[in-house]
Nanobody, 116 residues
Framework: QVQLVESGGGLVQPGGSLTLSCVASGFAFDMYPMAWYRQVPGKERELVAAVSDDGSPSRYGDSVKGRFAISRDNSKNTVHLRMHSLKIEDTARYYC?????????WGQGTQVTVSS
């Protein structure tokens, strides 16, 4: 079955950096776009970044443009999110996402907390 396992979250000070990773299994990873979303309790999920099947970045959320970078390694079924110049408002749970056959799949997420 489809599995997405996120990792790399943690506590970081404002201005710091983190890299999130997502390992995917259960589907033909190199044929599908992948995305990172984030969610804060009580709010809707927000698109952070998306990457096409061949690794071309497709789009970024307005709030992270110029600070975050998405990439993928199809040989390892992995997608990364490199986050720089982190702000307090980036605090959220981050989820790796894939849309397959009309269904969105995501993992358990990884918590990112930006705080001094």
């Amino acid at each position: 079955q489809v599995q997405l396992v996120e990792s790399g979250g943690g506590l970081v000070q404002p201005g710091g950096s983190l890299t999130l990773s997502c390992v995917a299994s259960g589907f033909a990873f190199d044929m599908y776009p992948m995305a990172w979303y984030r969610q804060v309790p009580g709010k809707e999920r927000e698109l952070v970044a998306a990457v096409s099947d061949d690794g071309s970045p497709s789009r970024y959320g307005d709030s992270v443009k110029g600070r975050f970078a998405i990439s993928r390694d199809n040989s390892k079924n992995t997608v990364h999110l490199r986050m720089h110049s982190l702000k307090i408002e980036d605090t959220a749970r981050y989820y790796c996402d894939v849309h397959l056959y009309g269904v969105n799949y995501w993992g358990q997420g990884t918590q990112v907390t930006v705080s001094s």
